[in-house]
């Protein structure tokens, strides 16, 4: 059984410019959510994604968007890069949606955005 | 709104110490609590997940409790190692959505 993968692990990219990071779910998993997390703080729930469809999204603006594809694998995209998106990204793969003990979500080890 | 509170921010401690690490939060209407370790610059790692229904979880040398009612969790170490030195996390997953709140952690050290 494979954990989540995310890549790349590091990037660094200039203030206005674009970026995708990817994620892969560990076997079985339907469902990914992606967190961005700043120095210092916790993790931020970005959105969530079920079976390829958007299911829930936190306080971020729509220049950040995602991507579910059939074999559950996943993006983050984010447009027009601020200084402030300079964090780690993390996505978490979970089985199902709503209540029930598989709603447990295994997290990635994240990729490290640097803007410049 | 949900919101999640870690006591102590920073925690350093001599090799052998039992220990607590608290974390608290607003809104009782949780589904279940989570517990997470991250290593300075890497993802994290689950440690203990605690469904509202239940009162602790137990996994080797870790305890963690939770009361529903008044809001908080403990995640108790014992006997800790230089190993341990981690941030601890904890985070909490509301009835109705799928989605993790997290509190700001409390980074540990453990100094032989």
């Known amino acids: 059984e494979t954990g989540v993968t995310q890549s790349p692990t590091h990037l660094i990219k200039t203030r206005g410019q674009q970026v995708t990071l990817r994620c892969s779910s560990q076997?079985?998993?339907?469902?990914v959510s992606w967190y961005q997390q700043a120095l210092g703080q916790g993790p931020q729930f970005i959105f969530q994604?079920?079976?390829?469809?958007?299911?829930g999204r936190g306080n971020f603006p729509p220049r950040f968007s995602g991507l579910q594809f059939p074999n559950y694998s996943s993006e983050l995209n984010v447009n027009a890069l601020e200084l402030d998106d300079s964090a780690l990204y993390l996505c978490?793969?979970?089985?199902?949606?709503?209540?029930?003990?598989?709603?447990?979500?295994?997290f990635g080890p994240g990729t490290r955005l640097t803007v410049l | 709104k949900q919101e999640v509170t870690q006591i102590p921010a920073a925690l350093s401690v001599p090799e052998g110490e039992n220990l607590v690490l608290n974390c608290s939060f607003t809104?009782?209407?949780?589904?279940?609590l989570q517990w997470f370790r991250q290593d300075p610059g890497k993802g994290l790692t689950s440690l203990l997940l605690?469904?509202?229904?239940?009162r602790e979880q137990t996994s080797g040398r870790l305890n963690a409790s939770l009361d529903k009612s008044s809001g908080r969790s403990t995640l108790y170490i014992a006997a800790s190692q230089p190993g341990d030195s981690a941030t601890y996390l904890c985070?909490?997953?509301?009835?109705?959505?799928?989605?993790?709140?997290f509190g700001t952690g409390t980074r540990l050290q453990v100094f032989p």
């Open positions: 978490a793969s979970s089985l199902g949606v709503g209540k029930g003990s598989y709603n447990e979500q295994f």
């Open positions: 985070a909490v997953m509301n009835h109705n959505t799928d989605k993790l709140i």
């Open positions: 809104d009782s209407a949780i589904y279940n």
């Open positions: 076997s079985g998993h339907n469902t």
């Open positions: 605690i469904q509202s229904s239940q």
């Open positions: 994604y079920y079976r390829e469809e958007e299911n």
